[in-house]
């Protein structure tokens, strides 16, 4: 079992910049894939980035150029810098982790984009 501990959430107004960061805890493989999906109210829960162990990553192209995905595999953490802030960022921000075919999320944490 794998726990996903998320933080760093809440309102900002556009062009503004939060850092989500995800925890996790359990029984980690050293090599897994970490990232982060959104899903705003009434839409489907959509690909915002991802990381592998070894540094890969893979972005939304809505969120190119102003999201970084960045990890910690010491502390097993993985972050979510995210720079110009628009209100269509709004949505819930979920931590998932994979490795070996089991799939693990987080609760989840608000974002809000104020314009």
């Known amino acids: 079992q794998v726990q996903l501990v998320e933080s760093g959430g809440g309102l900002v107004q556009a062009g503004g910049s939060l850092r989500l960061s995800c925890a996790a805890s359990?029984?980690?493989?050293?090599?897994?894939?970490m990232g982060w999906y959104r899903q705003a109210q009434g839409k489907q829960r959509d690909l915002v980035a991802v990381?592998?162990?070894?540094?890969?990553?893979n972005y939304a192209d809505s969120v190119k150029g102003r999201f970084t995905i960045s990890r910690d595999n010491a502390k097993n953490t993985v972050y979510l810098q995210m720079n110009s802030l628009k209100p269509e960022d709004t949505a819930v921000y979920y931590c998932?982790?994979?490795?070996?075919?089991?799939?693990?999320w987080g609760p989840g944490t608000q974002v809000t984009v104020s314009s």
């Open positions: 359990g029984s980690i493989f050293s090599t897994n894939i």
């Open positions: 998932k982790y994979n490795a070996r075919l089991h799939t693990y």
């Open positions: 990381i592998t162990s070894g540094g890969i990553t």
